[in-house]
């Protein structure tokens, strides 16, 4: 299939579920890990959860010789927890921190000391320039009830915001890592309908591996089943994505290029072959992580010249304007969800404000009936001094808490806020770009706008 | 000198200082601001310090007639402050938040409350695509003994970074805002050089306003002679900056033109005209705040592909090479700035665990003073129960404090380290693409590695 000039990459990505000390058999998995990317020589190397630098740097140590480039993202508290191997040289980085990223008083699910972030390590394959992405979205722990679900929207959000507006030089765009949304949930869509990347396991001509794709499954002896209800077989929830870049594509459709994707004149590329790890390793005790390792073989077709032009002329302002309004449609739900996160915080700020409000009403009243014996010379202490300071102690302890809940749900509603306002600017745009395509029928007919109505209409919509 | 095809763009940017109730003459300041704007039309207006969203919302109500198009960035605890007005439709708005800004404990200087940020609007422009960034990095306090040095210096490594991985997919790029950097601050010349922006104030062919374009002025009555010292008359901190981008530059000089400048085949630009106001205005009591505004006008002058051609050949392999070589030095410079900032903050988490250490070590002496009496039945309890609580108090004080300090140190030390390990990636980058330029003569020659070192030798240096 391919022809003489074609270049392949062989790209890696797990969640290495690497906490020191807490993680069961964190370093001999490591030890294990490092074996076993010594001896395949993927191209690319996306680890995610390596929360240890010493960690990273036992590998970067070991894979020297195979994966002479190398970088950690560091960011929060504990580190990103990204890092990226690659046999290719690294050009230059650039870290993207999410806006939003949990609550640093959940401390038992530790996602907010993290410091959840995407990054980039800009590559250069051949002549190709390649735009290599790893990250790691807000873990889901309930799906019934996921209070981390506007957040986990909002960080969708950025992240395809930020591959599309830092792809636009790239030849190749690559994303990997744990995104922990199934593959239909909303920010999944809303990640691969903009950015126009696309699923190594849809799009994979050989799968090898777990049933559907599955990354987080009940064979793993570090998964408990009861954790996976209602999927009792696993969940999808790790990722390799891939595209070619637009950067070509005609100056008119540039910008709604960057919206969606439509093919490059450059290079084509294709997944010929993906596999899982299934929960067990031959010759091993246990797993390499509590999440299936992913590995993809992708195949890079340079274009000549006389391909582009006639690429070029298969763009179909049909297929264009369907895609252009599935999109508006994502985005609008995903508006949606952000406002009820919106809601809950602005409830939990008022909550927060009223309790301190409350406590310094206590605090008053506590230093008035203080002020009793000092007022009525002679009257007794009317309640025991340890009492006194305790209760003191308390109203103290309420203010400096809800103060600090009420700094943290400010920032929380402002990045919520930012993001609201940036979809509706965007759909507004879409909606706009949408009344281009006289031919079209976009799917959401009720949201679009009438085609008189003036650009000016879509800006303090509600 | 315009040709009928040029465009013309009028830029203004302004620091509106907009504290509510506490900067002087706050409504009065912004109602003579909106009433200018309304009256001089400018195609892009981008502001800096309006705290207040009411403030911004006011001025878009003001402002609908003439500035149709406007976004406002939301950030941080009291917002980013930043705001655009825009005559061109703004299809797409994109925010980044600096990792580094400051500290929330040095609450009277309240940078870190205003979640520091560089916000980015996609604009169309006739058919060229524009990237408008409007930012506002950490205050200078004392230029002498700057402690937020190394944070103003990461935002600068930031802003250069999210500027460069953004701007690929634009025709033209602009920035304007309060850079808080003088012209030849680290900063400014690690933002120019890795951007190939160039200063309005520099390139314009006239200019009217404060001498030396400056922007902070003694004359403003809002400024204290005393702040200014020992730049009597002022500075300059305020930018407007411009360029054209690279995207049709030759493949395989692309990925060094992210880092150098070389002109477009596109579009030329031009600064024709630039003018700042001088501490007071006609028929008003008082300026539009404490900085002066900036108005450049901007041309813009479509090539024709054969033009474009020629500009191709124009591209100079001994320019580069010295350019690039430039860099190399300024970025050594900022990493070991960054370096600066890396020990004062380990110095900092050092003596934060130390205190909590000696906190904790009081509180378990009190706890065993306390607990003589139960141990040692009839004894008498040692000391008052009112010092006894207020010790208790304090010791869990000391232990919140110091817990807090050394969480928000190991932040800052993870975002400095990370900024640290992408300045030394990027240096040995530019190093080796140095290599490729046999007759360059690189301007440090001392940290020009010897020509056979292989890449890999670029990793982990020092």
Tied chains: 1, 2.
């Excluded at 990204?82 to 921190?97: Q, V, Y």
Aim: net charge neutral.
């Amino acid at each position: 299939m391919a022809n003489a000039e074609s270049v392949r990459l062989r790209v890696f990505s797990l969640n290495c579920w690497g906490i020191r000390y807490l993680s069961k058999h964190c370093s001999q998995r490591y030890a294990m890990l490092g074996d076993m990317l010594f001896k395949k020589e993927h191209d690319i190397v996306l680890l995610q959860e390596v929360w240890s630098e010493k960690d990273y740097l036992a590998l970067k140590q070991k894979l020297a010789c195979c994966h002479p480039h190398s970088h950690y993202f560091k960011s929060g508290v504990i580190g990103s927890g990204l890092a990226i191997f690659s046999k290719h040289r690294i050009h230059d980085t650039f870290l993207f921190r999410y806006s939003l990223n949990g609550y640093p008083y959940m401390a038992h699910h530790g996602d907010w000391f993290g410091g959840k972030a995407v990054g980039l390590a800009v590559l250069s394959i051949g002549s190709l320039i390649a735009n290599i992405y790893v990250t790691h979205l807000h873990a889901e722990y309930c799906r019934d009830k996921d209070p981390y679900l506007p957040h986990r929207v909002v960080q969708a959000w950025e992240l395809q915001q930020f591959i599309r507006h830092t792809s636009a030089g790239a030849d190749l765009v690559i994303l990997g890592g744990d995104l922990n949304m199934h593959p239909q949930d909303l920010g999944n869509r809303l990640l691969r309908t903009s950015t126009g990347l696309r699923d190594c396991y849809l799009e994979t001509a050989k799968f090898d591996g777990c049933e559907d794709g599955m990354t987080l499954i009940a064979d793993n002896p570090f998964i408990s089943k009861n954790e996976l209800l209602p999927f009792e077989k696993g969940i999808r929830i790790d990722y390799i994505l891939y595209k070619v870049s637009e950067r070509f594509v005609q100056s008119h459709l540039r910008y709604l290029c960057s919206f969606v994707s439509t093919g490059s004149p450059k290079a084509n590329i294709y997944c010929d072959y993906m596999c899982t790890t299934n929960g067990s390793i031959p010759d091993h005790p246990f797993p390499y992580s509590d999440h299936e390792a992913l590995t993809a073989e992708l195949r890079l077709e340079p274009h000549t010249p006389s391909e582009t032009q006639s690429d070029k002329k298969l763009w179909k302002h049909d297929s264009a304007a369907g895609k252009v309004a599935e999109l508006v449609d994502i985005m609008t739900e995903a508006r949606t969800e952000v406002k009820v996160g919106l809601h809950c915080a602005e409830r939990m700020r008022y909550t927060a404000t009223r309790t301190g409000v409350m406590g310094l009403a206590l605090l008053f009243l506590e230093l008035a009936i203080a002020a009793v014996p000092y007022l009525a010379l002679g009257a007794e202490q009317p309640f025991p001094l340890t009492s006194f300071y305790m209760l003191a102690g308390l109203c103290f302890a309420i203010l400096l808490t809800t103060f600090l809940l009420y700094i943290f749900k400010t920032m929380e509603l402002k990045s919520l806020q930012g993001a609201e306002d940036q979809m509706r600017l965007a759909i507004g745009s879409l909606q706009e770009k949408l009344r281009g395509f006289p031919l079209a029928q976009p799917h959401s007919t009720q949201r679009r706008p009438p085609e008189g109505l003036e650009p000016s209409a879509f800006g303090p919509e509600e």
